[in-house]
C-alpha cells in the first residue's frame, strides 16, 4: 500500500467514545486565587488539587477540554519510558535519576489512588511494560537500563524472552505500571471541579498572562473578560508565554497512533522499541472486544515528507507483526522533547513569579503530566514537592543540554534560509487536487494555498507568526505546519499548535 485512501476513522479512539463536554464560557470578569489556562492532563490535575486544597479556582480552556494533545495519546500510564534512566543517570547524576523516577511513579499511584477512591470507570488496567531490544547490538544498552532502573527503586527487571515480538532478544520490564482511557479519566476529574467557589470555562481562550509582581495579583486575559487571580498555572502545553525560551530548548515530535482489530489475542502488556523510529503496541478493551494500539512514525514536525505516508507505512508495520482484521481508528498528535529529556515545570521564566507552567514531556505526560499538575498546585499553594528543582524550568545545565540547544537552534536558522530561497515563484493553483496544499508567492508573498475535499481554496499567509518561518502542508492532517519549532495552523490560519499564537492572517480566504 504506497498511494490511496489511509484506512480507518480519522478520530482518536478516546473523543469518539466519550460525549463532548459543555462547560459555560466565562462571562465577563472574574476574580479567583488561581487560574489554571489550558484543560488537559495538566491543567485538569493541576485544577483538582487547587479546589481541593480549598483555593478558588478558573480553569480557562479555549476550545473543548481533553481535546488536544491528552485526547490523542495512547495512554500508557507508566514510569518506563524508553530506555531513560541509564541516560538520566549518566547526564544528571543519580538525585535527579531518582527525582524523575520518582515523580513518574508517584503519578501512576495519584491515577490508581483517584480510579479507586472515586469508582472512576475508565478502563484503568494494570499490566507490564516492555521495551524491548531492536537487535542484539541493543542488549548491554538494555541490561544496563534495567540495573540503573532498579537501583533507582522501579519495578525493572531484564527479560530474555518478551511477549512481544517474537523475534526481540531480550527487553527490559517495568512490574505493575497501568493504562487507562485518558477522556474517560479526565472528565469524571473535571466534573469535580466546579462547585461555588471554583469554575470550569469553555471556548474562553486566553490572549495574555501578566504577573503582578510583589503588589499587584496576575491578569488573565481573555477573549470574553479578565480574570483576576494570585497565581496563575500555565498548561497550554507548549506556554502561551515564553519568558524562558522554551522555543530553543525544546523540539516538536510528532507521532502517529492506529486502533486496530486483530484477528488474533493482541499481546499481554505493553510494548516499545526505543529507535528512530520508534515502534509501540498496547491492547486496550471496548464493549466490541479488545482493539491493539499500534504508534510511532515519529519525526520533527513539519518535516520528513508526506504525513499520509506515515500513516500507510504504520499500517504496514502492524501488518508485518499481526494479522490485522480491520483499521477502526487513526489519529496523530505533537509532544515537544527538551533538550536534556526533562521536562520544564515550575516557575514560567524571569518576572513570573506567580505564574507557573509545564512542558516538554518527550511523548511521556500521562505520568509527567500528572506530577506536573500536582507540583504546580502545591506551588501555586505555597508547597512543594521533592523533585521540584530537577524540573524547575530555569536549570541550565550546558553539559547535559547545551551542545542539543545550539544544533535545535542553528536547524531552525538553516530552515528558515533554505526555504525563504527556495519557494516557488509562481505555481498554478488551479491544479491542486483535493487535500493538496502549496506555498506559492503571490505579489512576492509567500501564501499557503490549498483545496479542501469540497473543492473550497483556502489561502492564508505562509510566514508563520511566531518567527516568520514558511510552513509546510502536512497531508495526513490537512494542516500548516512550520519546520522551525513546531507550530501548527489550520487551513484557515488557527493556531493548532504553539509556540505561535496569532493566527495566519487572511483567514477563510
Ligand atoms: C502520539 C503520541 C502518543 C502519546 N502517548 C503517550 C502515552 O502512551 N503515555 C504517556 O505518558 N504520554 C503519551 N504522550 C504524551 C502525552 O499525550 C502528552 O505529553 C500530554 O497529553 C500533554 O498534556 P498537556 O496537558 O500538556 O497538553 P494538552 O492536552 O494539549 O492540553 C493543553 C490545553 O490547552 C489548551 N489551550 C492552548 N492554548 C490556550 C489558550 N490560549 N487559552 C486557553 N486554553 C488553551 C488546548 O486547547 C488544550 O486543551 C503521547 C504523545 C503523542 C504525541
Ligand atoms: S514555530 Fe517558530 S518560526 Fe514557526
Known sequence: MS????????????????????????????????????????????ALHC???????????SGRIVEGVTGKTTAKVTAQHGLRYADLLDQHGRGAARDYADANSAAIEEVARRVEDHDI????ERLPAY???????????????????????????????PPFPRDAPSAVKF????????????????DRIPGERSHVFEETKVTGVEDGGDDAPCEVETERGTVTAENVVVATHF???????????????RSYVLAVRLAEEPPRGMFYR????????????????????????????????????????????ARDHFEVESVEHRWSTQDYVTADKIPFVGELGPGYENVYGATGFAGWGMTNGTAAGMLLADLASDGTRPWAETFDPQRFDPGASGAKLVSENADAGAQFA????????????????PGEGEVVRRGGKPLAVSRDEDGEIHAVSAVCTHMKCLVRWNDGEESWDCPCHGSRFSVDGEVLDGPAVEDLPGRGG
Do not use: M
Open 418 to 433: 533554505r526555504d525563504w530561497a527556495t519557494v516557488a515563484l509562481s505555481a498554478d493553483t488551479d491544479e491542486l487536487a
Open 175 to 190: 512490574a505493575e505500571q497501568a493504562q487507562f482511557h485518558p477522556r474517560k479519566y479526565l472528565l469524571d476529574l473535571a
Open 239 to 253: 506556554p502561551i508565554e515564553d519568558p524562558a525560551f522554551y522555543f530553543a530548548r525544546q523540539h516538536p515530535k
Open 3 to 46: 498511494q490511496g485512501e489511509i484506512p480507518g476513522r480519522h478520530e482518536s479512539l478516546w473523543t469518539a467514545t466519550t460525549p463532548r463536554t459543555n462547560f459555560p464560557a466565562l462571562d465577563g470578569d472574574l476574580r479567583v486565587d488561581t487560574a489554571v489556562v489550558g484543560g488537559g492532563i495538566v491543567g485538569v490535575t493541576a
Open 131 to 161: 521495551t524491548y531490544a531492536a537487535d542484539e547490538d541493543q542488549r548491554e544498552q538494555v541490561e544496563r537500563e534495567a540495573e540503573v532502573a532498579e537501583s533507582l527503586g522501579l519495578p525493572a527487571s531484564f527479560v530474555e524472552d
Open 51 to 61: 479546589a481541593e486544597a480549598g483555593r478558588e479556582v478558573a480553569l480557562l480552556e
Open 274 to 317: 526505543d529507535a528512530e523510529p520508534y515502534f509501540s503496541v498496547r491492547p486496550h478493551p471496548t464493549d466490541d472486544g479488545t482493539l491493539t494500539l499500534i504508534g510511532g512514525q515519529n519525526h520533527k514536525t513539519g518535516k520528513g515528507g508526506s504525513t499520509a505516508e506515515r500513516y500507510r507505512k504504520l499500517v504496514e508495520q
Open 121 to 124: 470507570d475508565c478502563d484503568f
